[in-house]
């Protein structure tokens, strides 16, 4: 017991070291985008404060409740420091969700704005930004939310359930992951609207809609239609999507506007969709998938054995 408590001891050490270390060179960096650039662009009005605001969003409260946190650490008081870090931890949340407007506000301001573009190429030349962009800089704080989820999962691992620090360690563990979660919700919004946005642009015309709030993209791919009644199969590319399934073919190559678009065929909605594997059980050359509509049954077909399984989990997964 006693060498395992040394043991326990040595690691929450090292991590507590390098907890500090890595606080210091993470407020380093935010300090020098405050100095440089927030501190300056506020003395000189280059920026209106809104746009100023928009930009950096809720970057100084972060650097502050990280100086204190960084304090307490040097002290040794890893409890204290963290139950403050944990009444402030949610102006990541909060930068997260401000960051997609950050970097369109900034790039609008490059192209519009002359006296901001030189003072930040300007900036960016000063030996402390080691050649790094602002847009470099910006996603800092997300970062280091990922880096302090695993810092604090290790210092519980091997603090001793008894200690007074155990509590502490349990309630940060625990908010870290509250906001991280938050975080990544954010970002699998923001990137399942790039891909709706995608395909809505892929698709000729505006008779299909599919950006609609609640839907999530799944996969697509090329599968072959198989004809009820005979005849050559179909090569066709299908989009899937939480609620539905999209059957597309190109349009013409030589349309003046849609050359490089797709024309939907067919929506299939698959709250009443049945799925099952026709073949495909076995290490066979790919497979055939069965979907069962209320008025109609889809068969489709691909050549590679993986690829119809992996459209047969998808589809399950979807339909269920």
Same mark, same amino acid.
């Given at each position: ?70 304090? !307490?650490?040097?002290?040794?008081? $890893?409890?204290?420091? /963290?139950?403050?870090?944990? @009444?402030?931890?949610?102006? *990541?949340? +909060? ?32 030996? !402390?930004?080691?050649?790094?962009? $602002?847009?470099?800089? /910006?996603?800092?704080?997300? @970062?280091?939310?990922?880096? *302090?989820? +695993? ?85 066709r590319m299908f989009f899937l999507f939480s609620d539905i399934l999209i059957a597309t073919k190109p349009c013409h190559p030589l349309h003046p506007l849609n050359s490089n678009k797709l024309a939907c065929q067919a929506v299939y909605p698959l709250h009443q ?17 069965s979907l069962s509509f209320p008025h109609k049954t889809l068969l489709l077909m691909s050549t590679d054995q993986q690829d119809i399984n992996d459209w047969y989990q998808s589809l399950k997964a979807a339909v269920r």
């Amino acid at each position: 017991v006693e060498e395992q408590r040394a043991r326990w001891e040595r690691k929450r050490s090292r991590t507590a070291k390098e907890l500090l270390e890595s606080e210091h060179k993470y407020l380093e960096q935010l300090d020098f985008v405050i100095t440089f650039f927030v501190t300056i662009l506020k003395a000189k009005g280059t920026l209106k404060p809104a746009v100023l605001e928009t930009i950096f969003g809720p970057l100084e409260p972060i650097f502050l409740t990280s100086q204190v946190l960084s304090r !307490q650490l040097e002290r040794g008081n $890893l409890g204290l420091g /963290l139950e403050t870090f944990c @009444q402030n931890v949610e102006f *990541y949340g +909060h930068y997260a969700e401000n960051l997609e407007q950050a970097n369109k506000t900034l790039k609008e301001q490059l192209r519009k704005n002359k006296a901001f573009r030189r003072f930040k190429k300007l900036q960016e030349t000063r030996p !402390q930004f080691q050649g790094k962009k $602002l847009e470099d800089l /910006l996603p800092l704080p997300l @970062q280091r939310l990922h880096e *302090y989820k +695993h810092f604090l999962r290790d210092l519980l691992e091997n603090t001793s359930p008894n200690s007074a620090e155990y509590q502490k360690l349990a309630k940060a563990v625990k908010s870290v992951s509250e906001v991280s979660q938050w975080v990544r919700d954010i970002t699998d919004k923001r990137e399942n609207s790039v891909q709706l946005l995608r395909v809505q642009k892929l698709l000729k015309g505006r008779k299909t809609q599919v950006l609609t709030p609640g839907r999530w993209y799944i996969r697509e791919g090329w599968l072959l239609v198989v004809p009820s009644k005979g005849g050559e199969l179909k090569r066709r590319m299908f989009f899937l999507f939480s609620d539905i399934l999209i059957a597309t073919k190109p349009c013409h190559p030589l349309h003046p506007l849609n050359s490089n678009k797709l024309a939907c065929q067919a929506v299939y909605p698959l709250h009443q969709c049945v799925v099952d594997k026709v073949f495909g059980h076995t290490q066979s050359q790919g497979g055939l998938l069965s979907l069962s509509f209320p008025h109609k049954t889809l068969l489709l077909m691909s050549t590679d054995q993986q690829d119809i399984n992996d459209w047969y989990q998808s589809l399950k997964a979807a339909v269920r």
